[in-house]
């Protein structure tokens, strides 16, 4: 199989779903000649013309708005926000219009769209353009929300939010927009709501989302220098949730570390700590569930206090031990 980055099968997904149905097409900011914040529109515009690749003012409320009408008269949107932290400044489209009129209209009217978004931290574009504020969008009844993080999750995940009939939120971490895998050249879905295990383990369940499932990877190699086997489970979609391969895991291994980038305090971390211990997999517990996530504080500019205020490979390592340790 080819291989291809992420931003590379982000843009097939949409070019794809483009070319099978007029009723998809992309907006944003730059999306055009520019190709966008980050390039993953780059060329679109000349394949499809600008009235399937519309280029619109820095509004985000405004174009989420426009969205929103738009997946209310049967279109499908991928609305493209440069950086999830202005997301923020779309909340009312979001949050009050798009998540809530399929259950106000008792199910009569329809918002399939995508809102695509980079998120996280690790360019240092600092704290207004670094931020992983996926929890609070997570929520909100009405919103599914992704964090693929592979190029083969990223094509198959995003195919199956433009075929949803919700709004569905969908972030791509910036620092996974280089990064390569085996992506089929067909089109293809992968269900929402169902986890993948990046990595078969025995000794502690390790519950990583976007880059820090690659963190977690890499904690497997060295703690495996050490006989300690861990198994890592990657949910994709925070909303809706695979409860089920998570219960299952934590069953199996009977101890678990949920690490993710943004802020630790009130992150979704919490929710599956929660989710577990309310779960028959409490039973099965050794040791308490350890969370691991980012500092309470703004990503800061400089490159050494970046990474130190999001979890790092040895942060992983050293979870994993403490839980281990723990009787």
Avoid at 78 to 103: C, G, H, M, P
Avoid at 208 to 237: C, F, N, Y
Avoid at 297 to 305: A, D, F, G, K, S
Wanted: proline fraction near 6%.
């Amino acid at each position: 199989m080819r291989e291809i980055s992420y931003l590379e099968a982000v843009r097939e997904a949409m070019t794809q779903k483009m070319l099978e149905s007029d009723d998809v097409f992309i907006m944003g900011e730059d999306i055009g000649v520019y190709g966008g914040a980050f390039g993953v529109t780059r060329g679109m515009i000349e394949q499809f013309g600008p009235e399937r690749v519309r280029i619109t003012p820095i509004s985000e409320c405004g174009i989420t708005g426009a969205a929103v009408g738009a997946a209310l008269t049967g279109m499908r949107p991928i609305l493209e926000l440069q950086f999830s932290d202005f997301i923020t400044i779309a909340t009312d489209q979001i949050v009050n219009q798009a998540a809530k009129i399929r259950y106000m209209y008792g199910g009569k009217g329809n918002v399939p769209m995508v809102v695509r978004t980079p998120a996280g931290s690790g360019t240092g574009a600092a704290a207004q353009h670094s931020q992983s504020l996926e929890a609070w969008m997570a929520h909100i009844p009405g919103l599914k929300v992704v964090q693929p993080s592979t190029a083969y999750d990223a094509k198959g995940l995003l195919i199956a939010a433009i075929e949803d009939n919700n709004p569905v939120i969908f972030y791509e971490h910036k620092l996974l927009y280089r990064t390569s895998g085996p992506v089929p050249e067909q089109m293809y879905s992968i269900p929402l709501g169902k986890a993948d295990i990046k990595r078969e383990g025995t000794d502690v369940t390790v519950i990583a989302t976007a880059v820090m499932v690659h963190k977690a990877l890499e904690a497997a190699v060295e703690l495996e220098k050490e006989g300690i086997s861990i198994e890592i489970v990657d949910p994709r979609t925070l909303v809706p949730l695979d409860e089920e391969t998570i219960v299952s895991s934590v069953k199996k291994t009977g101890r678990v570390v949920v690490v993710h980038e943004a802020v630790k305090r009130g992150g979704f971390g919490g929710e599956i700590a929660a989710m577990i211990a309310e779960s028959e997999a409490f039973d099965y517990l050794d040791a308490p569930v350890q969370r691991l996530g980012g500092l309470p504080v703004p990503i800061p500019y400089n490159p050494e206090l970046e990474k130190h205020a999001i979890p790092q490979v040895k942060d992983i390592i050293r979870s994993v031990k403490a839980t281990l340790n723990r009787a």
